[in-house]
């Protein structure tokens, strides 16, 4: 059974005002556990109206939401607990802290949970490990660190609830090339490790190519697919009209399918073009088998 | 909740009312609330509140925006009307249980201040309404100018209020975010004793507080970047200029609301 399910999901901001606009129509989607979704569009397309449904912090206007094959308004008192179950970090979520401890901090979200001290602990030493926080860096205040360790605290504080359904809204932006690989390489490692869904919205085709199993692509506030990777960028023409990129590998191979060179397959990172190619130089023989 | 925050809220437009010298729209105001405050007779109010309607007409701002900024002070009207509905015990009783007394004073007297206060923030949230933040400051600091003589910072105070203003849906915006993003991670906003209540503010008030500050030193930083040094030989790029339909407004108003000031006082 899929994990998250919308059905007809519509969602209108400011209704009945001047202002009235529909930022997520009608979208229908099925996501299966263990997915990892890499979730595009452009700016005001509706992706972050979107995923803030998953978690219950808005309610659709109209249609509905099952996670797990339970409609999450069924029971508007239990709204909490869904968002335990899927836990959302926002975009630059450092300023959420608070605590006058790192520790504290990331223990917010389980205690919140009513867990048992013990329980806390091991969790927030866990998830500070998995993110890559020493320590040393627990008993400091959060806002001692640098911009890239509070993003990891804030992820971290998230990620301690153990949500079944992981959403990071565009985890990496404004930080470095370095801080980037690192963190979205710790979100694929606790996808590994878990086996939990995980929702990454993104605006670098490269990173949601290299990371995700299946992507969501939002356009003017409707779907405009949800498919593996390779359908996704089979349609890059679209994609690219649509004012999104393609990666960049893809967008070289579809110029040498202009050319006439004829590599039948989508390909979108550089490590299965690496392969494809030497097949190919293989095939022809100008490289040694 | 906090959408209906409208407090420094501009619309942009080119209505009458919006192309009015704002010099004169802030006396104007003024004027208008000194009217409902001298004004005891009913005479006071309903030419406050015709005053009122023509100008949300005038000004084409759609009258839900105007109820909407009623909205956070239907508590106060409440409290005050209750309060004066059963605490004036002057004049004739129309109804009477142990010691409940409402009288038609009381009623008259409830009656009366809730219009006041309607009228009151209904003509001033126009204002603001209708002219930018920017025309409002350079207004007041042209009208407080002739203070600069007793040493007032007068454009450091006209540009600390504009700042303020700008910054209010900025931080309504933002405070929205952290609950939210607080909210995502299990916090009870809404339920729970006093206690509770109080504690859940905390990672709210701390993160705004936190970003209100940050904010604070990058517009400091902004600004001494663009050379900003206070008011010192500053020029406008705008100069306010007074057309003839300008004083056509002001004179009107200022007549119509003297001589309803006059006759109340005259009674």
């Known amino acids: 059974m899929a994990i998250l399910k919308t059905e007809n999901l519509t969602y209108t901001y400011s209704q009945g005002t001047p202002f009235e606009k529909t930022a997520v129509d009608n979208v229908n989607i099925e996501i299966e556990r263990g997915e990892f979704v890499g979730v595009i569009g452009h700016t005001g397309s509706g992706k972050s109206t979107l995923i803030q449904h998953f978690n219950g912090l808005l309610q659709p206007t109209l249609g509905k939401i099952y996670l797990d094959g339970m409609d999450i308004w069924a029971n508007k008192k239990n709204i909490r607990n869904i968002r335990f179950r899927v836990g959302l970090v926002f975009q630059y979520p450092e300023y959420q802290l608070f605590e006058d401890t790192v520790y504290r901090d990331i223990a917010f979200g389980p205690k919140n949970m009513g867990l048992s001290e013990a329980e806390i602990d091991g969790r927030v030493r866990r998830t500070a490990q998995a993110v890559g926080l020493s320590e040393e860096v627990l008993e400091k205040s959060p806002f001692e660190l640098s911009g890239g360790q509070k993003r990891r605290v804030a992820i971290a504080g998230v990620m301690a609830m153990e949500p079944e359904v992981l959403i990071l809204d565009e985890p990496t932006a404004g930080l470095d090339p370095g801080g980037r690989d690192k963190i979205l390489g710790q979100i694929k490692e606790y996808h590994k490790m878990t086996g939990n869904t995980v929702l990454l919205v993104s605006h670098s085709m490269e990173d949601v190519a290299k990371y995700a199993s299946k992507i969501l692509v939002m356009n003017e506030s409707r779907l405009f697919c949800y498919d593996t990777p390779q359908n996704v960028f089979r349609r890059s023409e679209e994609i690219t009209q649509m004012g999104l990129s393609v990666p960049q590998i893809t967008r070289v191979f579809d110029m040498l399918r202009q050319k006439g060179v004829d590599l039948n397959d989508e390909v979108y990172t550089v490590k299965y073009a690496v392969g494809l190619i030497t097949e190919e130089l293989r095939k022809r023989g100008k490289i040694d088998a | ?267």
Request: charged residues 20%.
């Open chain 2, 1 to 267: 909740m906090l959408k209906d925050i409208t407090i420094g809220q501009y619309f942009p437009g080119d209505s009458f009312v919006h192309r009015i010298d704002p010099r004169f729209k802030i006396i104007i105001t003024i004027v208008f609330i000194a009217m409902l405050f001298i004004g005891s007779s009913p005479v006071c109010l309903e030419v406050g509140a015709v005053f009122c309607l023509m100008s949300i007409i005038l000004s084409k701002i759609p009258f839900k925006m105007i109820l909407k900024s009623l909205k956070p002070i239907v508590m106060i009207l409440a409290v005050t009307s209750v309060l004066n509905l059963f605490l004036i015990t002057g004049g004739e009783p129309y109804f009477e249980w142990k010691f409940i007394k409402i009288t038609d004073q009381g009623v008259y007297t409830s009656v009366f201040m809730i219009i006041r206060i309607i009228l009151l923030i209904a003509g001033t949230s126009l204002l603001t309404y209708t002219t930018s933040p920017i025309a409002l400051t350079d207004a007041i600091e042209r009208l407080l100018s002739p203070l600069k003589v007793f040493k007032l910072p007068v454009h450091d105070l006209a540009m600390m209020m504009t700042i303020a203003l700008r910054f209010v849906p900025t931080l309504i915006e933002e405070t929205e975010k952290i609950m939210s993003a607080q909210k995502a991670r299990g916090a009870d906003l809404d339920g729970g004793s006093i206690k509770d209540k109080v504690k859940s503010v905390i990672p709210i008030i701390i993160p705004l507080f936190i970003s209100a500050v940050r904010r604070a030193g990058e517009l400091a930083t902004a600004m001494e970047c663009r050379c900003y040094n206070g008011g010192n030989g500053r020029t406008k790029m705008r100069q306010l200029k007074c057309s003839p339909s300008d004083f056509t407004a002001l004179g009107l108003s200022l007549l119509f609301m003297i001589a309803v000031i006059y006759v109340n006082i005259a009674q």
